[in-house]
């Protein structure tokens, strides 16, 4: 079974400075999905990648297959990027077997 | 509209009670799916249905019954709850079976809380 870890599980930061957080999973897989859980509780799927690299504004996802890697990055935070961020992976690796979680890195940007 | 919808936001119950969740989608996906969220913000997968047949029943005490009328509802009754019963309930939908490799659209989450 894949085992995910995410770093840090807590960053602060001010506001406007580049933010990284990383992903370390244990199986190849096909995909991997970065998720944005808000302070109110509600979750949103930011990201699905497979290779390379994949932006949204001013979020940026890369992922490493063959380090088994992934970062999220965030350019010029803002508070209102303050939230929890979750890396997810097949269970099985590849593309089976339904998502694993990572415990979720808590991001809090001071104004 | 909302894509993703779950009602109760919250339910408060005693133990011992029985309480239904109910899960509708509107995305005319294929596959819906329950985790629970515990205490340390923890996700972790209990059921997928694909077209009202469950798929994945990820070690799930047999007092969580997950029901699926048609392919755009999945409700969640569990019996008997106990005090670690207490979590966020989460539902989710994907278009694909394929789940781990097709972005999921979650619901608001329905706190449960067993006294």
């Known amino acids: 079974k894949n085992e995910v870890e995410q770093s840090p599980q807590n960053l602060t930061a001010q506001e406007g400075e580049f933010i990284t957080i990383n992903c370390s999973y244990s199986?190849?897989?096909?995909?991997l999905h970065w998720l944005q859980q808000h302070p109110g509780g509600g979750i949103v799927s930011l990201f699905m990648?497979?290779?390379g690299k994949k932006k949204h504004g001013r979020l940026i996802a890369t992922i490493n297959i063959q380090e088994k890697h992934s970062s999220l990055h965030i350019t010029a935070s803002h508070p209102r990027d303050s939230a929890v961020y979750i890396c997810?992976?097949?269970?099985?690796?590849?593309?089976?077997?339904?998502?694993?979680f990572g415990k979720g890195t808590k991001l809090s940007v001071k104004p | 509209d909302t894509a993703v919808s779950q009602t109760p936001k919250y339910l408060v119950t005693q133990m011992g009670n029985d309480k239904s969740i109910k899960c509708e989608q509107n995305?005319?996906?294929?596959?819906m799916y329950w985790y629970k969220q515990d205490s340390k913000k923890f996700l972790k997968i209990m059921f997928s249905?694909?077209?009202?047949?469950?798929?994945i029943n990820e070690t799930v005490p047999n007092r969580f019954s997950p029901k699926s009328p048609d392919k755009a509802h999945l409700n969640l009754h569990i019996n008997s709850l106990e005090l670690g019963d207490s979590a966020v309930y989460f539902c989710?939908?994907?278009?694909?079976?394929?789940?781990?490799?097709?972005?999921?659209?979650f619901g608001p989450g329905t706190r449960l809380t067993v006294l």
């Open positions: 989710a939908s994907s278009r694909l079976l394929a789940g781990a490799t097709d972005t999921q659209y």
């Open positions: 199986v190849g897989i096909s995909a």
């Open positions: 990648l497979s290779s």
């Open positions: 997810a992976v097949p269970t099985l690796g590849g593309s089976q077997g339904n998502l694993i």
């Open positions: 995305l005319g996906h294929d596959t």
């Open positions: 249905y694909n077209n009202k047949e469950l798929i």
